[in-house]
Nanobody
Framework: QLQASGGGLVQAGGSLRLSCAAS????????MAWYRQAAGRERELVAR???????NYADFVEGRFTISRDNAKNTAYLQMNSLKVEDTAIYSC???????????WGQGTLVTVSS
């Protein structure tokens, strides 16, 4: 299972760090990602990180967010800086193990950015 945390209310321009803790012993072979869903909009990919540490980001991130992982802690992170009002959404973490055909979703954590 995946457990996301770290959401909250922040003013525009502020920062938050989201965490996604995984249970079990498979985290190191799990590709991880963060998605978000704003009210009235479809879920969209924010960032992903592979088991080898390769990362990619949605265009709207524009260098403001950093995804990372700590295999020793079974945790993935999303550091979000220079937050904008339009970043307000429920952020969910996702993990997949392609070789085993397994996919996992964590519960969402709400990020609210005020002007």
């Amino acid at each position: 299972q995946l457990q996301a945390s770290g959401g909250g209310l922040v003013q525009a321009g502020g920062s938050l760090r989201l965490s996604c803790a995984a249970s079990g012993s498979l985290f190191s072979i799990m590709n991880m990602a963060w998605y978000r869903q704003a009210a009235g909009r479809e879920r969209e990919l924010v960032a992903r990180i592979t088991t080898s540490g390769s990362t990619n980001y949605a265009d709207f991130v524009e260098g403001r967010f950093t995804i990372s992982r700590d295999n020793a802690k079974n945790t993935a992170y999303l550091q979000m800086n220079s937050l904008k009002v339009e970043d307000t959404a429920i952020y969910s973490c996702y993990g997949e193990i392609p070789v085993l055909g397994r996919k996992y979703w964590g519960q969402g954590t709400l990020v609210t950015v005020s002007s």
